[in-house]
């Protein structure tokens, strides 16, 4: 199983709203990521666990809150949106945080705000 | 610190065609490189990568990069391309000896293969 599972693949929420992005993968990784990607832009960097720790937040807003309830599953809470947030967001894993290891990508909750 | 340029933000090419998309980078240390391709309203793929050993590398589809240090480069090169490549590609770079796997990447190329 080479596959790292995003869920929902769509999700319209208003700015009130809380939801949350799911992600899982069964490949035994101990290093997960979120990105977000904005149309026609590269995937940026937003949060980095390790070993079910965060290892780094690359400055996000409190609007979104990660979690990593164990080392299968990575969270992304989501609260108060605002409209810019809308985006792809992007789970990735990867064998460990060394900057050799290949990142593994789910194929990304598009997520809108309105 | 690390950044990635791909001139190109589009490459139109007529199937069976070789392609080149270009990367370039800066960095004050040793890099790792990466390829990445994303199909329309899907995630990301790597394509190949670079860590080490011949600066020549090849995919299963046919691509192939190479690593050259001193013009700081990693183009991706394909001798004949398919329909079935129309994708976004991204290069990708890391730093060596880096703590974190934190992937810089470079803007994008959109290669679309005409018939």
């Known amino acids: 199983d080479t596959e790292v599972t995003q869920t929902p693949k769509h999700l319209v929420m208003g700015m009130t709203n809380k939801k949350s992005l799911k992600c899982e993968q069964h490949m035994g990784h101990r290093a997960m990521y979120w990105y977000k990607q904005k149309a026609k832009k590269p995937p940026e960097l937003m949060f980095v666990?390790?070993?079910?720790?965060?290892?780094i937040n690359e400055s996000v807003p409190s609007r979104f809150s990660p979690e990593c309830p164990n080392s299968s599953l990575l969270n992304l809470h989501l609260h108060a949106l605002q409209p810019e947030d809308s985006a792809l967001y992007l789970c990735a894993s990867s064998l460990d945080i060394g900057p050799e290891a290949e990142a593994f990508f789910g194929q990304g909750t598009r997520l809108t705000v309105v | 610190a690390q950044s990635v340029t791909q001139l190109d933000s589009q490459v139109p090419v007529f199937e069976e065609a070789p392609v080149e998309l270009r990367c370039n980078y800066s960095s004050s240390v040793s890099v790792y490189l990466f390829w990445y391709v994303q199909y329309p309203n899907q995630g990301l793929q790597l394509l190949l990568k670079y860590l080490s050993g011949s600066t020549l590398v090849e995919s299963i589809n046919g691509f192939e990069a190479e690593f050259n240090k001193s013009q700081t480069s990693f183009h991706l090169r394909k001798p004949s391309v398919h329909i079935s490549d129309t994708a976004e590609y991204f290069c990708?770079?890391?730093?060596?000896?880096?703590?974190?796997?934190?992937?810089?990447f470079g803007t994008g190329t959109l290669l679309a293969v005409q018939p």
């Open positions: 990708a770079v890391t730093s060596y000896g880096g703590a974190t796997n934190k992937l810089i």
């Open positions: 666990y390790s070993y079910e720790k965060l290892s």
